[in-house]
């Protein structure tokens, strides 16, 4: 069974650019969130979508969005890219039963110069 | 807002030691994970904890939660070199749907020979 891809695995972007990162949920699973991890803010949710619809979103500027296809899979966008949005960001999909167990990719690293 | 807390955040022990790492959050949850993450890797999960009491166990890991101290441990039993990862609990909030997540700050175990 396929886990969760995630591509690029790596992409280096520079100030002002937008980027567009993508992700496979494992077959079968619906919701897919988006987290993004630094070593100064540790792992910190992005948003949530759950059949083609963001049920959940965090504490981000709007420069960040996303969407969900009708295939479960989602794209993440940022635009505008600031220094600070380097990070990892990981993708997790789910069931969404109440076990609610998430399996998260392996992620795409993002390096603003 | 939900916060979520992990002790110690830096752990450095002997191989065969045994140890806990505690996770406390600070709302009612009715569901609690704990990851490990490897060095430029993604996050394998580890337990799902769903109701009070639960424990789980997998190999020298050993999970459990009360959720009326809205605290978690992971205990180590006779620790091996092949356990040094950092160690994540999340939490998702009870009046959450979905898959949104409060990771904690992460605990960076190190076991040496």
């Known amino acids: 069974k396929a886990g969760v891809t995630q591509t690029p695995r790596y992409l280096i972007k520079t100030r002002g650019q937008q980027v567009t990162l993508s992700c496979s949920p494992i077959?079968?699973?619906?919701?897919v969130s988006w987290y993004q991890q630094t070593p100064g803010q540790g792992l910190q949710f992005l948003f949530e979508?759950?059949?083609?619809?963001?049920?959940n979103k965090g504490n981000f500027p709007g420069r960040f969005s996303g969407r969900q296809f009708s295939n479960s899979r989602s794209e993440m966008n940022v635009s505008t890219l600031e220094l600070g949005d380097s990070a990892l960001y990981l993708c997790?999909?789910?069931?969404?039963?109440?076990?609610?167990?998430?399996?998260f990719g392996e992620g795409s690293r993002l390096t603003v110069l | 807002e939900l916060k979520v807390e992990q002790n110690p955040l830096f752990l450095s022990m002997q191989e065969g030691k045994n140890y806990t790492i505690y996770c406390n959050y600070s709302?009612?949850?009715?569901?609690l994970y704990w990851y490990r993450q490897d060095p430029g890797k993604s996050l394998e999960s580890l337990f799902v904890?769903?109701?009070?009491?639960a424990v789980k166990q997998e190999g020298r890991l050993m999970a459990s939660l009360d959720t009326k101290a809205r605290l978690s441990t992971l205990h180590i039993t006779a620790a091996v070199h092949d356990l040094s990862a950092t160690y994540f609990c999340?939490?998702?909030?009870?009046?959450?749907?979905?898959?949104?997540?409060?990771f904690g700050e992460g605990t960076q175990l190190t076991v040496n020979p």
């Open positions: 997790a999909s789910s069931l969404d039963r109440p076990t609610g167990e998430l399996f």
């Open positions: 077959s079968g699973h619906r919701s």
């Open positions: 979508y759950f059949s083609e619809t963001q049920r």
């Open positions: 709302t009612t949850s009715d569901r």
């Open positions: 904890l769903l109701s009070n009491g």
């Open positions: 999340a939490v998702a909030g009870w009046e959450t749907s979905g898959s949104r997540l409060t």
